[in-house]
Structures are given as structure tokens and as C-alpha cells.
């Protein structure tokens, strides 16, 4: 049987996005490929297809379409529908980045000054 779904519907049934039309959105931007193309959100894939997209912080996310499903799915039921095909270099990527990006201070010295939250803006935003 050819089972076809949109893309859009699919990325948010498996939990790639939070709603679908922030999938939607994704697709129009370019941040979601299939063999190297960039697809509306109302193209239609099937099994076995790959995809490629960006996430929140520019994770390069690398899945494969197991099966199909219109409805959103639990956490756990996620895997018996995609094949997570990124590599683990690209973790620990975005692990670093977050690691970089998040500010430490001393415990109980209470929140930043408008001064301090200026120049630690300036470092996160302006490297």
C-alpha cells in the first residue's frame, strides 16, 4: 500500500517540532531537505525517504522515516517510527555550545545588574 503523509503533519506527529505549523514554518525556510532538496511543507514522503533539518540552536538532525503516522505519538512511542541517524558528534556539538553560552555566576550573589546582563548579552550575541 502507498501510505503518503505531508511532511509538516508527520515532523510534528513525531515530535521533531511542537506544533505543525512551526513544521510548516521550517519547511518554507529551507531548514527542512530530502535528498539534498528543500521541500514545501506540503510535500508528501513515504517510507524509507531521509530527512534532514535544522533545530532550535542549529542542530543538524539526520532522520529516516520507519513508518507513518496523522497523529502526535507519545515520547516513547517515537523510535518505531523514525531511525535518529545523526551522529553523536553532533550532540555533543549543541551540548557544547549550550555549555558556552550559559552564564556562571556565585551562588546566592542574586540576579544580574542591568550592567552585567549587558556585557554577558555582548558575549553571547556579538562573538
Do not use: H
Not at 514522503?45 to 534532514?52: L, R
Not at 542542530?59 to 507519545?74: D, I, P, S
Not at 556585557?119 to 562573538?127: H, P, Q, R
Amino acid at each position: 500500500m502507498d501510505e503518503k503523509i505531508r511532511i509538516d503533519k508527520f515532523l510534528w506527529a513525531v515530535r521533531l517540532f511542537k506544533t505543525r505549523n512551526v513544521a510548516a514554518e521550517a519547511c518554507a525556510a529551507g531548514k527542512v531537505k530530502i535528498r539534498d532538496v528543500n521541500v514545501k511543507p506540503s510535500r508528501e514522503i513515504v517510507i524509507g525517504d531521509e530527512i534532514a533539518l535544522v533545530l532550535e540552536m542549529g542542530l543538524r538532525k539526520n532522520v529516516k522515516v520507519k513508518a507513518l503516522t496523522k497523529n502526535r505519538l507519545g515520547a516513547k512511542l517515537v523510535p518505531d517510527y523514525i531511525l535518529d541517524l545523526t551522529p553523536p558528534e553532533e550532540y555533543e556539538r549543541i551540548a557544547l555550545l549550550q555549555k558556552m553560552r550559559s552564564e556562571q555566576r556565585e551562588r546566592g550573589t542574586g540576579r544580574p545588574t542591568k550592567k552585567e546582563r549587558r556585557e554577558i548579552d555582548k558575549i553571547k550575541y556579538f562573538e
